[in-house]
């Protein structure tokens, strides 16, 4: 992994950000340490002396050089630390016994010869030891040496691989991300075992020091989107960056907008296939969510099952996932025009029928619309803050006793709450919460404009909607893509989704440097018709 | 300004053509043409097509000619600083003037079959408005904006054609040259002058991928939208035959309203086909006010047609606003008609002809390069 | 700077504009706020009703209208939650008598908007016409003319081009309150009724836009279903009325429908008819399968000859004599030239009939607009002219039929 510079121009700009933020650590400059050892125990100790779980202990390199060693107790492994760094360092190797050791051999005997883990190394600033031990680190300081021994030791507890929890699939892997920034990275690595896989990361957040990482893969993805990434994500200066939402709200092109320009995943499988589309993935340390980008529309309602069955089917299922998207969009407010501007749309006995139901409520159908939509978006809020126990049986009591009691009331008319109960439904059948989320919200202008101008206010509102969705760009690649502009490679995973070999090439509009999916030869071998090696009339020829 | 970048595809240019001349004219189509040669209606409207799909030749011959620069900016190239000024300023009026009486006759279409309380200047108003508003977008988004609105178009004419084939009975619809057309040459003219948004092709052409498919484009985004216009006149004569079309304000609109979706989905479709027209009157609206605003900018060499979408506004509505009732705006409709066809087809020509006269041509370097490198 | 200078005027240009529109709805009106119109009848006024106009769209001296034009519109109107979707929940507990769903009110006017004025005085809810289904008009408003009725409904957005208009036979109001057991809602049996007689091939389509189309066009005449309501709360489908401009000017009878239907070669067919065969005579029930008709026309001595081929194809239904079987080609044949020689002497009936009405309700005008438009646009060009030349013009009906199959019995 490389250090990317960040933020030119600042002093200190030569180490990661989290020095340069830390306030702690900004009067001590370029400060080095001495070979003194009780001169650092000070220095360290006036710095991170006051937590509780800062550790010093001292000891005696091999019984002869006076040693001290720094972590914090909350962040390290003691094991290792016992085993790997404090033991060797105290016994000294058979070979080197009663050999004087020069002064100035004894840095690399201590690093080279002694020292049992592989991520040890020297320093000599302290702005970066001290740096290093909040990190995790733990650090030997030995008389006589003018730089410490820094080893990674870090060790911080982690929930286990777990399946995805919104994204779930019954066809296709169940592993989904976890907080830890590196399990994320094996995820993807063992998944992409190529050496065109690029990580390259670097630390955000003043306080918090998060490090992201910015994966790709060269050779597919187009160098300068990776370029505008970095770009974007170096240009951030915050104090902490606590999941990669808020790395989102910096990236996106229009912040404004309600549509996220931005796809988030907890899946590494997701990630990979988009890798391979030629998109960019950021990952954050600390959040179980990668971003990638850029993101067009069509990703919202597709879903990594939909390549993993049958395509046929699968192409059914999106057009239906699809039409629960727009139908959780507009069905309210067509509700609301229909009844109170253009009832003679609906046959007759539908229609008195209707006015029969809404006979006593009081309201009109916008207000009636909007108090059961706005109760409805209230349940569903509580559902999910509610523990899981006790959220399934709300979510029956809401809607059935809440619903029937309203309608029971004549709050509102049964129709109402069908129509509410079936568009909240919908709006759930689509994969991407955020987009969902942006649909449901648009459904409260749609339904206000119904409620003033009827259908010609529902069709201004989608105008509108549509005319931005057609201005919106996710890193420059229009949002609508592949329908607009149209690409005919895009458009074979649109609306309905292409059988694999079918696919042949990565989509245009993201620029890819290698287009080619599918190797022309598998492509003839599958036109070709397929060898029928059991069929009887082969195998009895074969038997006599 | 600087270079706008060249991203339109021969069939966003062709596409935006399309949706530009499909619009409110259509519902009052049959109307014009069954009155100018009764059961030949459906020939007058082949005819105007065709004077208009050969009359907008030159204007396309003339961006080609000048693939980099807006028709205010070459026909100061071709005919001088004042004259051209003076050319421009009326192309510019005239489109400002069609913007306002687009979104009248369709204000006053929806107040009249659907909204018939609310005031005709909010339903004017709120075109508008969507029109002005989407013309601060750049020029690649509108044509975008065409593109993606093309089949909202294509459906419900399709869908309305195909339905309404039921009642169609070819007797109407015989003899084809009408039995004693009176008004012929004027129903072609007034079909022509349906298809005068077609000029947007001048603003498309300099950010178009290749400037030299834009005839090609012109050819099957004219065809098309005459394709539309013929079948729309035909299934309506078809159905109704030329008396009683000539009975109805809007013969296209109550073709759907005498066709029902099977299986009784939607008992009428008169409503829900004003709705989804909505798109089409809005690109229309779209294309003629994103001209008037994008020309002015030219003319008045401003960086930015961001500020004339809100600065014209108030002008077009209160031109808007100018006729009486709905009979002296059909009329005045037709003369505006008329001179359009003047200023969109005949003032190109000239230019074109004193282009080629004086041997004037715009550089062509970028274009070709441009293309070479897709 | 500009720029700037736009940023400032937009805030409130937006207020200005967004907040009339809030305060907008203009059109807004609750479904059940509206008195939803299913049906409207119109009759002539009687003499008693006169009284009740209740002069509500002009002041009482300036307009003058004949007394004796007064209208009397009675319309039915939904009673919300009457009407229910779904398996009725008190089916079984009624005695019978359907529960009352509509509700008919009964105004006066000189025209049908004057009653209609004088009707919305009287109720709440903004009367809606966007699911007027049927429009009844008896028979002696139809003979006065219909120029009125057609206007206002034409001009009204509302109303819609598929609903059907029927004259009746008697008071059309009756048909307004009839009780039919079938349906719940009254109009909804007389469109089902008159739906179910397309579908079965025993009328032309025939909505209300059509009969406006047919009675616009130049060479054609406009006709309608001619109904009458029976006992049993039941509607009989009588026969076509024709139309002479907007006036009725007849009514053909029940099997004339057919054999209009036959000349137009309108499909399905569904009608019946006897055709007696044999020696001794016996009887045989004939159904029609499938029509087709073709006109052809020419001018002898600047009179148009028309000449219309008819084929039918027919099934027998029943036989009514044990004198013959029905067993071999040769009966089938004779059936066949019988069937042949009613429907064209019942077809030539039906129009010598319009032409004593002058009423081409077949649209024999039309097609000599369209194939002969030289003629036309020298001798006839406007709509009274064919109307007289109609009477003179000579027709040939050719028909043909074969008779294909004789059902699951083999004699």
């Keep these: 992994m490389r250090r990317i510079r960040q933020r030119n121009g600042k002093p200190n700009s030569e180490s990661t950000g989290a020095e340069v933020a830390d306030q702690g650590l900004a009067n001590i400059g370029d400060e080095r340490i001495s070979g003194n050892v009780e001169e650092t125990i000070a220095r360290i100790r006036e710095k991170l002396g006051e937590n509780d779980d800062f550790t010093m202990r001292r000891f005696q390199v091999f019984g002869r050089y006076p040693a001290a060693m720094f972590y914090f107790s909350s962040m390290i492994d003691q094991a290792i630390v016992n085993r790997d760094i404090l033991k060797p360092l105290m016994y000294m190797p058979a070979y080197l016994e009663d050999k004087p050791i020069e002064q100035d051999r004894l840095k690399s005997v201590l690093l080279d010869e002694s020292l049992h883990h592989s991520e040890g190394k020297s320093e000599d600033r302290l702005a970066k030891l001290i740096g290093g031990i909040v990190r995790g680190q733990t650090i030997v300081a030995v008389e006589g040496l003018d730089a410490a021994i820094v080893v990674n030791t870090r060790d911080v507890d982690k929930r286990s691989i777990d399946t995805p929890a919104t994204e779930q699939v019954i066809r296709g892997p169940r592993e989904g991300f976890i907080e830890i920034l590196n399990t994320n990275i094996a995820l993807l690595r063992y998944r992409l075992q190529t050496s065109d896989l690029r990580v390259r990361s670097m630390e955000i957040g003043r306080k918090t020091a998060s490090k992201v990482a910015v994966c790709y893969i060269d050779g597919v993805t187009n160098s300068d989107l990776v370029k505008e990434v970095q770009k974007r994500l170096s240009n951030i200066d915050i104090d902490a960056v606590l999941d990669a939402g808020y790395l989102e709200q910096f990236i996106e092109d229009n912040h404004i907008s309600p549509f996220p320009q931005v796809q988030y995943t907890e899946r590494p499988d997701k990630v990979v296939a988009n890798l391979l589309e030629g998109r960019v993935a950021i990952l954050v340390d600390g959040s179980p969510l990668a971003l990638v980008v850029p993101t067009v529309f069509s990703q919202f309602y597709q879903s990594v099952e939909d390549y993993t069955e049958r395509f046929l089917l699968m192409s059914a299922v999106r057009l239906a996932r699809f039409v629960a998207l727009i139908f959780s969009l507009v069905f309210p407010s067509l509700y609301v025009a229909i009844i109170s501007y253009n009832p003679e749309l609906i046959p007759t006995e539908f229609a008195v029928a209707v006015a029969g139901g809404r006979a006593g409520v009081p309201f009109p159908a916008v207000i009636e619309v909007l108090l059961i939509e706005i109760s409805m978006e209230v349940l569903r809020e509580a559902t999910i803050r509610l523990p899981q126990q006790v959220g399934g049986a709300l979510s029956i009591v809401g809607v059935l006793v809440v619903g029937q009691a309203a309608v029971a009331a004549g709050f509102a008319s049964p129709i109402t709450v069908v129509i509410i109960a079936l568009t909240t439904i919908g709006s759930f059948a689509t994969p991407a919460f955020n987009v969902a989320l942006a649909l449901r919200l648009l459904r409260f202008p749609l339904i206000i404009m119904a409620g003033i101008f009827g259908l010609y206010g529902v069709m201004i509102g989608l105008i509108l909607i549509a005319n931005h969705l057609l201005a919106l760009q996710s890193f420059g690649v229009p949002y609508l893509s592949p329908l607009i502009p149209s690409d005919y490679q895009g458009l074979k995973d649109l609306l309905v989704r292409g059988p694999l070999w079918w696919m042949s090439k990565r989509p245009e509009f993201l620029y890819p440097r290698d287009k080619t999916r599918v190797s022309p030869d598998t492509m003839a071998q599958i036109k070709s018709p397929p060898d029928k090696v059991l069929n009887p009339a082969n195998q009895s020829e074969k038997e006599r | 300004m600087e270079q706008p970048p060249r991203q339109i595809t021969a069939i966003q240019a062709a596409a935006t053509l399309t949706s530009t001349n499909i619009g409110v004219g259509v519902l009052a189509l049959p109307l014009f043409t069954v009155q100018a040669a009764n059961s030949g209606a459906p020939l007058v409207t082949l005819l105007g097509f065709l004077l208009a799909f050969v009359g907008f030749v030159p204007l396309v011959l003339l961006g080609m000619r000048f693939p980099s620069q807006s028709f205010v900016q070459y026909s100061e190239a071709i005919i001088g600083k004042w004259p051209s000024w003076i050319g421009s300023a009326c192309v510019i009026a005239f489109f400002a003037v069609l913007t306002a009486f687009t979104s009248r006759e369709f204000g006053e279409v929806v107040i009249t079959a659907v909204l018939t309380r609310t005031p005709v200047e909010v339903t004017v108003i709120v075109m508008l408005l969507l029109a002005a508003i989407s013309t601060r977008k750049d020029i690649t988004t509108f044509a975008y904006i065409h593109h993606f609105y093309f089949p909202l178009l294509l459906v419900p004419v399709l869908l309305i054609g195909a339905l309404s084939l039921k009642n169609a009975d070819v007797i109407n619809l015989l003899p084809i040259w009408g039995n004693q057309p009176t008004f012929m040459l004027e129903g072609i003219l007034t079909t022509a002058a349906l298809f005068e948004g077609s000029f947007v092709i001048a603003v498309v052409i300099p950010a178009m991928k290749r400037p030299d498919y834009a005839l090609k484009a012109n050819f099957w985004g004219m065809l098309v939208g005459g394709a539309l216009y013929v079948m729309i006149v035909v299934a309506t004569v078809s159905v109704f035959g030329a008396e009683e079309t000539s009975n109805l304000l809007w013969p296209t609109l109550e073709l759907a309203k005498a066709t029902s979706l099977p299986a009784n989905v939607l008992e009428r479709l008169d409503a829900a086909f004003l709705a989804v027209w909505v798109t089409t009157v809005f690109t229309t609206l779209l294309s003629s006010y994103f001209l008037t605003v994008t020309e002015l900018q030219k003319l008045f060499r401003q960086r930015e047609h961001k500020m004339f979408s809100l600065f014209m506004l108030p002008f077009v509505f209160f031109i808007a606003m100018l006729p009486q009732n709905i009979s002296q705006m059909y009329a005045t409709i037709k003369i505006v008609g008329r001179i359009g066809l003047i200023v969109t087809i005949v003032y190109p020509t000239l230019l074109l002809v004193i282009a080629i006269i004086r041997n004037k041509r715009g550089e062509h370097a970028d274009a070709q390069q441009m293309g070479k490198n897709d | ?411």
Excluded at chain 3, 14 to 27: H, K, R
Excluded at chain 3, 277 to 282: E, L, Q, V, Y
Excluded at chain 3, 284 to 303: E, G, K, L, P, W
């Design chain 3, 1 to 411: 700077m500009l720029s700037r200078w736009a940023k400032t005027i937009k805030l409130p240009l937006v207020i200005l504009i967004v907040f009339p529109l809030l305060s907008g709805c203009w059109d807004r009106l609750e479904l059940e706020e509206r008195a939803v119109v299913l049906g409207i009848s119109i009759d002539t006024a009687e003499p008693e009703e006169v009284q009740q106009e209740g002069a509500i769209t002009f002041h009482s001296d300036n307009v003058s209208f004949p007394k004796k034009d007064l209208i009397s519109v009675s319309v039915q109107i939904a009673i919300p939650g009457k009407i229910q979707l779904g398996p009725s929940e008190n089916s079984g507990s009624g005695k019978g008598g359907t529960v009352q769903s509509v509700w008919v009110v009964k105004v006066v006017g000189y025209t049908l908007d004057d009653a209609l004025v004088n009707l919305q005085q009287q109720i709440s809810g903004r009367l809606f016409y966007g699911h007027l289904r049927v429009i009844v008009v008896s028979e002696a408003v139809a003979r006065r003319g219909m120029e009125n009725i057609n206007d206002f409904l034409r001009r009204n957005s509302e109303v819609r081009r598929m609903a059907w208009m029927l004259i009746s036979r008697g008071r059309a109001e009756e048909l307004m309150k009839s009780k039919p057991q079938l349906e719940r809602v009254p109009t909804l049996y007389l469109i089902s009724t008159m739906d179910s007689a397309v579908r079965m091939g025993r009328f032309p389509q025939n909505y209300i836009g059509m009969f406006w189309s047919n009675m616009s066009k130049k060479g054609q005449e406009a006709f309608l279903p001619y109904v009458e309501m029976k006992k049993e709360q039941n509607i009989e489908l009588k026969g076509l009325a024709y139309f002479r401009n907007d006036k009725m000017v007849g009514a053909t009878r029940s099997l004339e429908m057919g054999t209009y239907m036959s000349l137009k070669g309108v499909n399905p067919a569904g009608y019946r008819g006897f055709v007696q065969i044999g020696n001794p005579p016996g009887t045989v029930t004939v159904y029609a399968t499938s029509r087709r008709a073709s006109v052809s026309v020419r001018i002898i001595d600047n009179v148009p000859h028309f000449q219309v081929n008819v084929f039918t194809e027919i099934n027998v239904e029943e036989k009514f004599s044990d004198t013959f079987a029905l067993n071999n080609s040769r009966v089938l044949e004779e059936i066949r030239k019988e069937n042949r020689r009613q429907l064209s002497e019942a077809a030539e009936r039906l129009i010598k009939e319009t032409q004593r009405a002058g009423s081409d309700i077949f649209g024999f005008g039309e097609y000599l607009r369209a194939k002969r438009p030289g003629f036309w646009d020298r001798r006839v060009k406007t709509k009274e002219r064919w109307q007289e030349m109609y009477k003179t013009v000579s027709v040939d009906v050719k028909v043909d039929s074969r008779v294909r199959r004789i059902g699951m019995k083999a004699k």
